[in-house]
């Protein structure tokens, strides 16, 4: 009996000795992928020895040390999370050069006017740099290496792919009139990104192509080998304007109306083609002092302590409507400021402007006969619209698309503003040169465009149809039955944007153009930007 339980003893013992022993065999031990991966590549069994027990304790601190450096910080972490806190990034994307290439395009960062340490780039090189060597002693300074280049790899990777697709900034953040809901990365793209299969797509499909963005990318080399100055005005403007043109909008047209502010012009184009190019009025800058004048109105609700802003804002929408001989709605704003004004100095302002008058909702009968005296300008009771006719401040076409603050595209009855160098001038609304030529660009066909010439006094465009024109001139000519000139709307073609935009540098033709920061939006740009540049 004492002998059998002996021998059980000495069985267990020896079972106990060759647990331990597999145990401790790097053998039996299942080893993470990134163990098999370096070891192959570098054909040394240090990296077998890595253990993820021990790993994960030096990568989570370090990650939560880091964390308060990311771009997003809870993208990464929920990334890290869900893949057990692996090296994942360092695993797929090490050996087949991907790293190596995600340093190229940081590098190449400077080109686009940024600099290449916002996303750490000399740390980088020297991170991969140490993994290439391939020098460790022990397996500890392996974890910590692979746990710095992980990180960095999932922090630029995150905050270049940002900042190359969709710029460093999100515009609505410092632009009180930047109404574009500009494409801004959300946690499911960036997500994407983080597992990719294709580290170097991710970083091309970033990149941005369009022509004017690549031109004036090239101007910038062009002025640092001429220049050398990284502060130089020229320099500090192509870097603003890159950027604004990495703000991405919300939507692509096939064709697109560009109005730019600070150049005056508007220019249509479709795909790479240029339909037209006109000169454009748009809203004056705002008064000096703006800032401290509003604040004095919003304490004393005076009229005459509002200051002046007129700006066009900054909009993308899609052409709607064409409206040829428009009513003009007047803003309760330029009826306050100006409509009263000139009412009470001439009692026969209104009707010899062809503008009605409404009380409640009701036609004033007669609006010469109003005792202005009555109504304080800070409570006026009246609204006011301008009929059709040569008179009306928007001439024959309004141009209509959706947006939040009344604007839109419009002809004008003073002409005089186009031969102007500031064309800063109107309420805020954008005046074109040319609104039949926009008329005629816009129409479905060229019925619709007959049709649109005769209801502003213009014969067709085809001949056959000149007796209809007869009739609706003698029509609109017969005194004893009073006409009254109505608008009339028109469908225009679908998919056509309007982009009202903001660019004091561009290039053309191999030369950069510069325009006055009439708005002075740029010092506003650049100190938001100026720590990424």
Not at 146 to 173: C, H, Q, W
Request: aromatic share 14%; net charge positive; with cysteine.
């Amino acid at each position: 009996m004492l002998k059998i339980t002996f021998l059980n003893l000495r069985k267990a013992l020896l079972f106990v000795v060759l647990c331990m022993f597999i145990t401790g065999c790097d053998w039996f031990r299942e080893k993470p992928e990134i163990a098999a991966v370096l070891a192959k590549h570098f054909d040394n069994k240090i990296y077998n020895k890595f253990d993820t027990a021990v790993y994960l304790p030096i990568f989570k601190a370090k990650l939560e040390t880091q964390s308060k450096d990311f771009l997003n910080p809870k993208v990464i972490a929920a990334f890290y999370e869900k893949n057990q806190y692996l090296p994942k990034l360092v695993t797929k994307f090490y050996v087949t050069g991907q790293l190596d290439t995600l340093k190229s395009f940081v590098l190449q960062s400077k080109a686009d006017g940024f600099n290449p340490e916002i996303f750490n780039a000399a740390a980088y090189e020297k991170q991969l740099q140490s993994l290439n060597r391939n020098k460790f002693k022990t397996i500890d300074e392996v974890y910590e290496a692979v746990a710095d280049l992980e990180l960095n790899t999932a922090y630029i990777l995150n905050k270049y792919t940002n900042f190359m697709g969709y710029g460093s900034i999100n515009p609505r953040n410092f632009f009180n009139r930047f109404y574009i809901k500009v494409l801004r990365p959300d946690s499911l793209k960036m997500d994407s990104v983080l597992n990719t299969e294709n580290l170097v797509a991710e970083l091309k499909k970033v990149q941005p192509n369009a022509k004017s963005y690549v031109d004036l990318k090239e101007a910038l080399k062009s002025y640092r080998d001429s220049i050398g100055n990284e502060e130089a005005v020229e320099i500090k403007s192509i870097k603003m304007n890159l950027e604004r043109m990495r703000w991405r909008l919300p939507l692509q047209t096939e064709e697109l109306v560009v109005v730019n502010i600070p150049d005056f012009t508007l220019t249509w184009f479709k795909q790479n083609d240029t339909l037209a190019h006109m000169n454009v009025c748009v809203g004056g800058k705002r008064e000096a002092a703006y800032t401290q004048k509003i604040k004095t109105f919003l304490k004393t609700g005076k009229l005459d302590d509002k200051p002046k802003n007129h700006e066009t804002p900054q909009l993308f929408s899609v052409f709607n409507a064409i409206q040829v001989n428009p009513i003009w709605n007047i803003p309760v704003s330029i009826a306050k400021s100006e409509i009263y004004w000139m009412a009470r100095k001439d009692p026969y302002y209104l009707s010899n402007n062809n503008i009605k008058v409404y009380y409640k909702g009701k036609l004033v009968a007669d609006p010469d006969t109003i005792n202005w005296n009555k109504y304080p300008r800070e409570k006026l009771p009246f609204n006011f619209k301008q009929g059709s006719g040569e008179g009306n401040a928007l001439g024959k076409f309004k141009f209509v698309f959706d947006n939040s603050s009344s604007i839109y595209l419009h002809d004008t009855n003073n002409k005089y503003g186009f031969k102007l160098a500031n064309r800063a001038i109107s309420h805020g609304c954008v005046r074109i040169e040319q609104p039949l030529k926009f008329a005629e660009l816009m129409v479905k066909d060229k019925y619709q465009y007959d049709k649109l010439r005769m209801d502003v006094d213009l014969p067709p465009i085809d001949t056959t149809k000149n007796e209809v024109f007869k009739k609706k001139l003698a029509k609109k000519a017969d005194t004893l039955n009073i006409f009254q000139l109505k608008p009339t709307w028109y469908a225009p073609r679908k998919s056509i944007g309007v982009f009202i935009a903001y660019y004091t540098a561009w290039a053309d033709k191999g030369k950069v153009q510069f325009r006055p920061d009439v708005y002075e939006y740029d010092p506003i740009l650049w100190q938001a930007i100026k720590r990424y540049m």
